[in-house]
């Protein structure tokens, strides 16, 4: 049976969309959402990187375009094609979620944890992985995540959540008509989810 939801489907078609309509529709059902977002960052019309955004609202920085004036300090950097990946910020805004929501001792009430996304920028943090398997394996929470397309060198993290027998994973493709039916058969697969574990 499947305790955890993810989308999968090329950048740019819609995921982040969809998980976010998801979550309010649940939200105004009685279910308490918590986890993050990656969004785009757009200056004077052109992407310059993403920032990871909560469930509540707080941003942080995850990723920018690289400024080739400024100095590296000789520091390691984690890069993802014209990305430079800010890891600390990301550690710092992503790693108390997965921390509160295992401590979630609200009596078990019905909670979905957000991961949005697991992909090749957050995976350069190994407490991410560590994180991101344990909220798999407990059972204090659904997962409503997003993965990468594979294509490329698989990546083992996204590759070990798409195998796993307890995550249901729906494709988003670019017709509108997909996203639109595919809203409601995500919701009722997390309801579904949010069954078994409460």
């Known amino acids: 049976?499947?305790?955890h939801v993810f989308?999968?489907?090329p950048p740019g078609v819609g995921k982040t969309t969809l998980v976010q309509k998801a979550c309010e529709a649940l939200a105004s059902s009685g279910v308490g959402v918590e986890g993050f977002y990656t969004e785009e960052v757009?200056?004077?019309g052109r992407r310059v990187g993403f920032d990871v955004v909560t469930v509540r609202g707080e941003r942080g920085r995850l990723s920018r375009i690289r400024d080739v004036s400024a100095p590296s300090h000789g520091r390691r950097e984690y890069t993802v094609g014209q990305y430079v990946v800010d890891l600390s910020s990301f550690e710092n805004m992503a790693l108390p979620l997965f921390r509160n929501v295992g401590s979630a001792a609200d009596g078990g009430s019905r909670k979905v944890f957000v991961i949005d996304e697991i992909g090749k920028m957050e995976l350069f943090s190994q407490s991410f992985i560590r994180a991101v398997r344990q909220t798999l394996?407990?059972?204090s929470c659904t997962i409503l995540g997003t993965i990468p397309v594979p294509k490329g060198k698989p990546l083992g993290l996204v590759e070990e959540v798409r195998g796993r027998r307890d995550?249901?994973?729906f494709t988003v493709?670019?017709?509108k008509e997909n996203r639109n039916s595919l809203l409601q058969d995500v919701?009722?697969?997390l309801e579904l989810c949010l069954?078994?574990?409460s």
């Open 195 to 197: 069954k078994q574990t």
């Open 187 to 189: 919701i009722a697969a």
């Open 42 to 44: 757009r200056e004077g």
């Open 173 to 175: 493709s670019v017709s």
């Open 1 to 3: 049976m499947s305790k």
């Open 137 to 139: 394996d407990s059972s």
């Open 7 to 9: 989308l999968t489907g």
């Open 167 to 169: 995550v249901k994973v």
